[in-house]
Structures are given as structure tokens and as C-alpha cells.
């Protein structure tokens, strides 16, 4: 693996290493026998991640009891989602592996490609600190944040904001963005929704789609109080 191969994927992730070696070291498998591999960053990483992701819910989700929270958090950090994000980012393409494990498909493994992001994570953790971890996190887990932070697999805000309006027979509903910040690996929108040619909420995301729906979780709130 080369040194450009490293610098194209620091741009899909939006984080480049001071330390080469240690994002390396995040793809080494046991069975390589190499002397070294990735099993203590993704111990790091593992407690990384779940740090990052909890303080994301608790700040996001305040109404939220703590069984609630710990649920949601499940479903962001479980193997099924982390091995996702690794097919997402084509990390299997930078896994170094036994013979053996990769002949028997361990480059597509669940396990293995789960046990890669929270090892990159980590990686990040020990080469930037833990504001860059937390940003990787948030950049890696976006979609699955949108999902959980707009109604956890239910009818998301935006749907039902609609449906109470439409009841209302209100049917003038725009979100507009009006105004972004950040660099395009870490874009932050700001939304407003008008409803009848009137703004009644705002919303703040790392995309158009997420700042739509907090903008449209804020309005369903306060109207069915």
C-alpha cells in the first residue's frame, strides 16, 4: 500500500495523520503475523466511540431517559452498522490479512470490518486527540444520526409535522437554508422552516436533510404541546 493510497483515503474520512505508521497499523489483522495489529487501537477506539456517540445523544436527545439512550447507541455502534461504514468507505481494499483468513473471506467479514473502523478511530484518537475521533465519528456515522435523531426507525419529524398541518389543511410548508458553514468535509446548514409564509423553527445540521428535520422536530414539538 502506498503512501497515495493512504492520502486518497484520509480524504474520504477528512482527516489526515501526522503519523502515517499508525493508520497503517489500524488494518493489520492478527493473522497477518507481522508482529504487530490493530486489536489495541480497536480497544482504544471501541471506548472512543462509544464516548463520542453517547455525548452526541445525550446533548441531541435531552428528553431521553437513559435506557432510551443506551438503545439508541446500540443500534449506532453494533457490528452490522460498523461493518457498513467500512463497505462504504472500501476499507476491505486496505486490510492486511493471513492467507488463510483472507482466502476464507475475511476481507467481507462483519466482525473484522467493524473491528477496522473502531481500530481507525482509535488511530485518530492517538494521532489528533479526542475532538478529531468525535469529528471523525460524526462524519462516519451521519446517516445513521439522521435516522435515530429523526424518530428511530418511526415516522420521521418532517412526515409528521405534515400530517398535522394537513390536518390543519395547511399544505405551505418550505424549509429553506439560509446560511452554511465549514469546510465541505464538515458542512454545517442552517435551516429555516416557514409555514404559511412564516418562520415558526430553526435547524442546525451536518446536512441539509438532518437540519430539515431538526427544524421540523422543534415545530412538532412545540404544536402538540
Known amino acids: 500500500m502506498t503512501q497515495e493510497d493512504y492520502s486518497e483515503l484520509e480524504k474520504r474520512i477528512g482527516y489526515t495523520f501526522h503519523d502515517k505508521k499508525l493508520l497503517k497499523r489500524a488494518f493489520i489483522h492478527s493473522s497477518a503475523d507481522v508482529g504487530e495489529s490493530y486489536e489495541r487501537l480497536e480497544f482504544l477506539g ?97 446517516k445513521s444520526f439522521e435516522t435515530v435523531l429523526s424518530g428511530g426507525g418511526f415516522r420521521d419529524f418532517k412526515t409528521r409535522l405534515q400530517e398535522y398541518y394537513h390536518k390543519l389543511g395547511i399544505s405551505d410548508i418550505k424549509y429553506t437554508v439560509y446560511k452554511e458553514e465549514g469546510p465541505p468535509h464538515d458542512r454545517t446548514f442552517y435551516v429555516k422552516l416557514v409555514v404559511c409564509g412564516e418562520e415558526v423553527a430553526r435547524g442546525q445540521g451536518r446536512s441539509k436533510k438532518f437540519a430539515e428535520q431538526k427544524a421540523a422536530k422543534a415545530a412538532y414539538l412545540t404544536a402538540v404541546k
Not at 439512550?69 to 457490528?79: G, I
Not at 488511530?123 to 462516519?140: C, I, M, P, Q, T
Open 46 to 142: 471501541d471506548a472512543v466511540l462509544a464516548l463520542a456517540v453517547s455525548e452526541h445523544l445525550f446533548f441531541e436527545r435531552p428528553e431521553d431517559k437513559e435506557g432510551d439512550l443506551t438503545k439508541c447507541r446500540a443500534a449506532l455502534v453494533n457490528e452490522t452498522a460498523l461493518a457498513e461504514v467500512a463497505r462504504r468507505l472500501d476499507l476491505s481494499g486496505y486490510l492486511i490479512l493471513g492467507r488463510g483468513e483472507r482466502h476464507s473471506g475475511g476481507a467481507d467479514k462483519p466482525s473484522i470490518l467493524a473491528d477496522v473502523v473502531e481500530a481507525m478511530i482509535g488511530a485518530v484518537y492517538v494521532d489528533g486527540g479526542f475532538e478529531e475521533a468525535k469529528s471523525l465519528v460524526n462524519r462516519l456515522l451521519e
